[in-house]
């Protein structure tokens, strides 16, 4: 079989685990960055040379000017939010990647956004923990056959189609939720506006990808969310609106699965999440709030405080079976440093039995009791480190634990947010 040289970088658990991180260190090996789903709910924070920079919807790769950067069609785009970000990267004077966005892609409108937070309001105490930015009614649009993608924009009767859409999206919010309509005028010389910035941009990036892959060039495929919060896979209903795992990097992009090869999961030393839903490990309590402060555990869009717990190997090894994931990288490592203990959970127990599966419902998640495994903590400062060599023999003996209860190769670590705090075994791309 015909080798590619491809790598899908994916998060394990409920997001924020570090993936734009990691997404910008291995690009800087790659010649392509290609996201494959979500939209601007998902923030990635990137440091190097001393300063921080955030990207949404555009990839982890647009910092690096030889590297070319794909939103491919599993993503949901709002072109305001695209050209305000792209607009904001260009004022730090950097020189910039490349970028292409499907003309596959679905587009998120106002609407769109104002539709998500009143369903979420109308939930009242059931509420998922949406961000609002419309993701979720976008996705309901696609799957209802009646969004609109971008390639729609250049056709001659869009106006009208528009037009024809937005009525229906004003009777919904004006009758059912008895909120003011949108003003369909103003939206559409907008939209129209944004697209003529854009437009040389959009391209059909599955035919790019392929014919660029074929030719032996290095892939890389950004996740965005954690793999639990698929739309499948994850502890739903408290999920994202699309799919989230590694398997998505060829349905998402347009590209036969051969071609998506090795899958590296990045993992934060602890467990950390956003919004509603169960999360058996969780400490709501003065270690929680230890490792929330010293990891700064704050949502990068909304700040939001993350809730925090002991990292769960059942999470991750759902993670793995479901994304085959062949490496896992660890951040946020430096995290745990100061405490006296450190646990893993590597079992649950539910209804009086051990478990290593977690169920299908929120309601018997939340019953489950994490089964743990007590590890020795370490006090010394390890964020200056540069191999495995020189951590801790109690933060060796950590990731040797986690690689022992996964059965997962851990390929390397991170001990701050630059990028030279990244430390691999060996090349996997």
């Excluded at 993608?149 to 009208?160: A, D, I, Q, T, Y």
């Excluded at 555990?297 to 999470?315: F, H, I, K």
């Excluded at 946020?332 to 419902?361: A, F, H, M, Q, W």
């Excluded at 020189?390 to 001990?415: D, Q, R, T």
Aim: net charge positive; hydrophobic share 35%.
């Amino acid at each position: 079989m015909e080798k590619f040289k491809t790598l899908t970088v994916v998060g394990t658990q409920w997001g924020d685990e570090g993936k734009g991180k990691m997404t910008d260190y291995f690009a800087q090996q790659a010649n392509i960055v290609a996201r494959f789903a979500g939209g601007d709910n998902a923030g990635h924070v990137i440091k190097f040379n001393g300063q921080k920079h955030k990207v949404t919807i555009i990839p982890s790769g647009i910092f690096n000017k030889d590297i070319v950067n794909v939103i491919g069609n599993g993503c949901v785009v709002n072109l305001k939010s695209l050209v305000n970000e792209y607009n904001k990267i260009k004022e730090t004077g950097l020189e910039l990647g490349e970028l292409y966005i499907s003309d596959r892609a679905h587009l998120i409108f106002d609407v769109h956004k104002e539709i998500d937070g009143l369903q979420e309001e109308a939930k009242g105490a059931n509420k998922i923990g949406t961000t609002k930015r419309g993701i979720g009614p976008t996705y309901q649009d696609k799957v209802s056959r009646i969004g609109i993608r971008l390639g729609e924009l250049s056709e001659p009767n869009f106006k009208e189609r528009f037009y024809s859409f937005m009525e229906e999206k004003n009777q919904y919010i004006s009758k059912i939720y008895k909120s003011p309509k949108i003003d369909v005028d103003v939206e559409y010389k907008e939209l129209m506006r944004l697209f003529e910035i854009i437009k040389v941009n959009v391209i059909d990036t599955g035919e790019y990808l392929y014919n660029e892959i074929k030719a032996g060039k290095k892939v890389l495929f950004e996740g965005a969310q954690g793999v639990m919060l698929d739309i499948d896979h994850g502890t739903y209903p408290f999920v994202t609106s699309s799919n989230t795992t590694a398997n998505n990097a060829s349905t998402g992009s347009g590209l036969p699965n051969k071609m998506i090869s090795n899958v590296m999961g990045v993992v934060k030393a602890y467990t950390t999440r956003v919004g509603a839903g169960a999360i058996p490990t969780e400490q709501d309590n003065k270690i929680g709030d230890y490792i929330r402060e010293k990891g700064n555990e704050y949502g990068s869009n909304t700040g939001r405080p993350r809730r925090v717990g002991w990292l769960d190997c059942v999470a991750l090894k759902n993670a793995i079976r479901t994304s085959g994931i062949d490496y896992a990288f660890i951040t946020l490592l430096d995290v745990l440093t100061g405490l006296e203990e450190i646990k893993i959970c590597t079992e649950y127990e539910l209804n009086g039995k051990r478990t290593s599966i977690i169920p299908s419902t929120n309601s018997q998640y939340e019953k489950c009791i994490p089964i743990y495994k007590t590890m020795k903590g370490w006090t010394e400062d390890i964020t200056g480190v540069k191999t495995f060599k020189e951590l801790p023999k109690a933060a060796i003996e950590y990731l040797k634990k986690i690689e022992a209860v996964c059965g997962i190769e851990v390929i390397g670590f991170s001990v701050g947010p630059d990028r030279t705090q990244t430390i691999i075994k060996r090349n996997i791309i």
